[in-house]
């Protein structure tokens, strides 16, 4: 029998409450990422990846700066936090030669 806050799905607790144990209550604390490198690469296409999305219900996603942009506005609704690092695409192009 599955208490009211467990998946009937997945016999998991709803991501909204806390685990209660022996030990009381039990919080999800997202742990610092780490700098996104060039084996990262989006889910979407393949691409060196420049945007790390956590999700509320857990795990994340990987983009490239073009699908970050595409998908942002349905991202920003399913995500706990979105770290953009696409500015280190401009910095790599480096200053433009005047000539």
Known sequence: MLRK???ARFGTQEPDRPTVGKRGAVSTII???SPLTAADRCDRC????YVRVRLLAGGELLF???HAKKF???LKKV???IIDE???LSAMAGPTDAR
């Open 79 to 81: 995500a706990v936090e």
């Open 5 to 7: 806050h467990e998946s």
């Open 31 to 33: 742990a610092p990422s």
């Open 64 to 66: 490239c700066a073009h």
């Open 86 to 88: 696409s500015e280190r």
């Open 46 to 49: 393949g691409a060196q990846a």
């Open 72 to 74: 942002d506005a349905g």
